[in-house]
């Protein structure tokens, strides 16, 4: 008989305690347990990347670790995203784009795009490929996905390329 | 599929975890970034009684130069290593093939130690490491040892791991004055696994190779070592004439697999394209077409 585990995880910036058994994934924990239905299971081999979430605020696979491991730790999915509207203008910029057609894989890229974006606020055209190479969709052909990403990298540019010179007067 | 079931414990000391695996052995399996273990566990092509997560185990992870050796803590992420201004510095090569490695979300979880542990013909970790001379650190409850990656290696996803054995450290040689080093793969796409890949240390000393290491992933069971182009390279003037014949010679002498990727001709060719390429980008004598 397996031992159960009983684990307390932050889950899109709320507490929640539950009972796990050792080989619960993580993408089922979030689905079947907490009735995050956003984060999608396309091949539980770390491939598709549509399970896509960030652990500890690093993009990471919900189907390649397991609930257990995650005890103490912080997970955020697209659901929290969403809500907290970090990713409304990626989303915006996908919807203009016709950066989705089924939408499955929608959640893991809007994921894998705004971790991309983290880590090089202003890539270049080939990192933005690259990157979003994490991540699969059957349906777009990518085109438009990568001119959602580009355009929102563009603008985080300009943003901050404006911003600039207030945030240094104010110093 | 989902795994079938199994016990868990998460030792946050190396000797807890020694301890599980010294006591459980072969029903036990160790769990570093879990990007190739849950993989196999959610095809159910393994099954064992408990799994031994050693991600709390924070002295695993850790990247420092002690003299002359650089030292990698087996739990270090792939990530962490494709970062550190250490890397960059003393082992270059390093540096530059852990980028083939996955795409970010997997490098963000993946080891080096589950790398090399895992010994996948394809990977570039093996075939750097095995290239750079580097020694590997096993420990069990009874001690450690240290083997050469000539050793280490042993086939297709087979190492001289014992089943009471952690991977516990990688120590490379840090780079030398005239040493100057190249890696590029072949892959369908960034981020793919190599179809093969190739990296190369030239030793440049008064116009002359005075020491090459050349070794390859994905055109053998394990990474392999070039030793036939390496001979035909030392104590010779660089010239792409010479490259030229290295890569021939290194091709001759490998025994590719066929496999849904590539067809172990095309592989050979593959080999001899990129040991040319690396060789010449190495010895200063092109720009290096870089993929990208
Ligand atoms: C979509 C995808 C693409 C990938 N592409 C590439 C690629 O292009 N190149 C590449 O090299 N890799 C690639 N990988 C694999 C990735 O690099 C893995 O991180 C790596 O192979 C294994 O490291 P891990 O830490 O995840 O190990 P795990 O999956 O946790 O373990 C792998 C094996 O090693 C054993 N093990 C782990 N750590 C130790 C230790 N310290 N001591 C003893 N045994 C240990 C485990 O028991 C297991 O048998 C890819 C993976 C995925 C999912
Ligand atoms: S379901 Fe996790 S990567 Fe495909
Ligand atoms: S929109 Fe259908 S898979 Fe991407």
Same mark, same amino acid.
């Given at each position: ?25 993580? /993408? ?15 091949? =539980?081999?770390?491939? +598709? ?32 995203? /969403?809500? /907290? ?36 606020? /202003? ?13 699969? +969709? ?16 563009? =603008? ?5 390329? +404006? ?9 | ?23 459980? %052995? ?6 570093? %970034? ?33 003299? $002359? #050796?650089?030292?990698? %803590? ?19 090569? #390093? ?33 750097? #490491?095995? &290239? ?46 005239? $040493? ?66 290295? &890569? ?45």
């Amino acid at each position: 008989m397996t031992e159960l585990h009983k684990i307390r995880v932050e889950v899109n910036g709320a507490l929640v305690e539950r009972t796990v058994e050792p080989r619960r994934l993580l /993408s089922d924990f979030l689905r079947e347990d907490l009735g995050l239905t956003g984060t999608h299971v396309g091949c =539980e081999q770390g491939i +598709c990347g549509a399970c896509t979430i960030l652990l500890n605020g690093r993009a990471a696979r919900s189907c390649l670790i397991f609930a257990v491991q995650v005890d103490g730790a912080k997970v955020m999915t697209i659901e929290g995203l /969403s809500n /907290s509207g970090a990713v409304r203008h990626l989303q915006d910029l996908f919807s203009k784009h016709r950066a989705l057609q089924c939408g499955y894989c929608t959640p893991g890229m809007i994921v894998v795009a705004y971790d991309l974006l983290q880590h090089l606020p /202003s890539p270049t055209a080939q990192e933005i490929r690259d990157g979003m190479s994490a991540a699969l +969709c059957r349906c777009t052909g990518y085109v438009g996905i990568i001119e959602a990403v580009t355009e929102a990298a563009r =603008e985080r540019v300009a943003a901050v390329d +404006c911003a600039t010179p207030v945030h240094m007067t104010s110093d | 599929m989902k795994p079938a079931p199994f016990n868990y414990r998460a030792p946050d000391k190396l000797t807890e975890a020694l301890d599980l695996l010294a006591t459980y %052995g072969s029903d036990a399996k160790v769990l570093a %970034g879990g990007q190739s273990l849950v993989p196999a566990m959610n095809f159910r092509l393994n099954r064992f009684a408990l799994l031994i997560d050693i991600n709390r185990i924070r002295e695993l992870e850790y990247i420092r130069i002690d003299g $002359q #050796v650089l030292r990698i %803590g087996a739990l270090t992420r792939h990530r962490d290593i494709e970062m550190s201004p250490l890397v960059r510095e003393h082992a270059p090569l #390093v540096a530059e093939a852990v980028r083939h490695v996955a795409h970010l979300p997997i490098r963000t979880r993946g080891t080096i130690g589950g790398s090399l542990s895992h010994a996948d013909p394809a990977a570039e970790s093996p075939a750097i #490491v095995l &290239a750079l001379d580097g020694t590997l650190v096993l420990q069990s409850r009874t001690g450690a040892r240290s083997v050469r990656a000539t050793e280490f290696f042993q086939g297709m996803f087979s190492t001289a791991l014992q089943p009471n054995e952690l991977l516990v450290e990688i120590q490379l040689p840090v780079a030398q004055p005239g $040493q100057r080093f190249a890696f590029e793969e072949v892959s369908r796409r960034r981020g793919d696994f190599a179809i093969v890949g190739v990296g190369a240390m030239v030793n440049l000393q008064h116009g002359r190779i005075s020491q090459a290491r050349f070794a390859a992933c994905g055109v053998g069971t394990g990474p392999v070592r070039l030793r036939a182009a390496e001979q035909l390279l030392e104590q010779q003037v660089p010239t792409a004439a010479l490259f030229a014949r290295a &890569a021939a010679a290194a091709a001759a002498a490998v025994d590719p697999q066929t496999d849904i990727h590539a067809d172990a001709e095309y592989r050979r060719r593959l080999l001899a394209g990129l040991v040319e390429r690396v060789g010449m980008r190495a010895a200063g004598l092109s720009e290096g077409a870089k993929r990208d």
